[in-house]
């Protein structure tokens, strides 16, 4: 599941795979994923995006919700690893 909160952070649930693979139903680029934070997630900078992303099946939910559902943090710090 594609989760987005109210300023446009966009994880997905279940892997990275999943969310490249909505981002690209979106029209996002690669190179636009997040993955220098400690959080790996898309940036949808437009409310159109965000509508879009919706439209498209992706749940808007609390900011909570997206540091507790997101993959990575259900893997925990495994993540992290991978990307240093």
Not at 15 to 38: M, Y
Not at 49 to 77: F, S, Y
Request: glycine share 4%; net charge positive; aromatic share 10%.
């Amino acid at each position: 599941m594609i989760l987005i909160d109210w300023i446009g952070h966009m994880v997905a649930t279940e892997s990275e795979t999943e969310l490249h693979s909505f981002a690209k139903k979106l029209g996002l680029k690669r190179k636009w994923f997040q993955n220098k934070t400690r959080h790996l997630h898309y940036d949808l900078t437009t409310k159109r995006k965000r509508n879009q992303a919706i439209k498209l099946g992706a749940k808007q939910v609390p900011m909570e919700d997206i540091l507790t559902k997101a993959w990575w943090a259900k893997e925990g710090k495994e993540w992290r690893k991978r990307c240093s």
